[in-house]
């Protein structure tokens, strides 16, 4: 399809050429893929805005901008139950149960992207597909879960709960803080990534004109699509910390605490990509062409049209 919009765009003896300035807005579902094992990928959202230069030859597209990108993922952790052998301050031996619920692990991501994009336009329809060189500037994750731990004793029929002072409580909050969180492409550990988009859609104002304000349907195109992006490169998120849930001995007892999942050990080596789609939104504003004028030349006296270069005498 772009070959042929590309053979369409240079074989018109009339050329049909306009230049826009456009602004568009993206808004979809964000998948962060990874090669993490027994760990499913990543969901949550993705959002983009910008502003781009857009060149329209025939039935022929070419667009290049920046736009800033958002996204925020959702890492899926199953609930944890594990048991600690341990004795009490009377030299008695007891099982510690720990059971994580409800885990939540959040990661954000700020990038700046340049998308260089080319495509066709036919009627109504249209669709473009290119790279986006994508800076990222930012990122944090974090994690947290609802912690109850009891007490199993051998010789006693009962389980021990709510116990503070033997470090047996019920639903305590425990989480991480937020961490910063620095992607970088592979092999070459650079924080540039490449990621391959396409999308897909109409022209919604072809044949409408607003009354009221008259909106020239050629000067003002709006246009609606679908979108992706997935990453070409592979990402790494700079793990290879703590495990994602564990526990230390302390003077004071034992301490719990959880790490986010894309900085703990089982992120060691683990690559990532994005995968976006959603629904696209593009506001086009045509730039003004250079005109022609003529200057007729009548006994000395001249008309001249308004924007022009040419004369006729």
Known sequence: MLCCALAGAYTRLTPDTYSFISLHGDLGYSALLHTIEGKKPAAGLNANFGVDYRLYHNDFLFSIGVEGMYEQ?????????????????????????????????????????????????????YFMVGPKVSVNLYGTTSSKAMVTTYGEYDRYYDDFYDMP??????????????????????????????????????????????????????????????????????????????????????????????????????????????????????????????GKSYIYNGNDTYRRKRGGNQVLR
């Open 165 to 290: 002072n033997h470090q047996f409580e019920s639903n305590r909050l425990t989480g991480s803080p937020t961490l910063p969180l620095k992607w970088k492409a592979q092999p070459m550990n650079w924080s540039v990534n490449l990621l391959a988009h396409a999308e897909i859609g109409a022209r919604v104002n072809h044949m409408y004109k607003h009354k009221s304000f008259h909106i020239d349907p050629d000067k003002i195109r709006v246009y609606v699509a679908a979108y992706a992006d997935f990453g070409i490169f592979g990402l790494s998120s700079g793990g290879g910390g703590e495990p994602p849930f564990d526990y230390r001995e302390t003077d004071k007892g034992v301490q719990f605490f959880v790490q986010p999942l894309l900085l703990s050990s089982l992120s060691t080596g683990a690559v990532f990509r994005n995968l976006n789609v959603g629904a696209k939104c593009t506001v086009a504003f045509e730039l003004p062409k250079s």
């Open 73 to 125: 993922n959702f890492n899926l952790i199953d609930q944890l139950d594990i048991t600690i052998p341990m004795r009490d301050t009377e030299g008695d031996i007891f099982n510690m149960h720990v059971h994580a619920d409800a885990p939540k692990d959040m990661a954000n991501m700020v990038n700046v992207n340049v998308p260089i994009l080319f495509g066709g336009e036919w009627g109504r329809f």
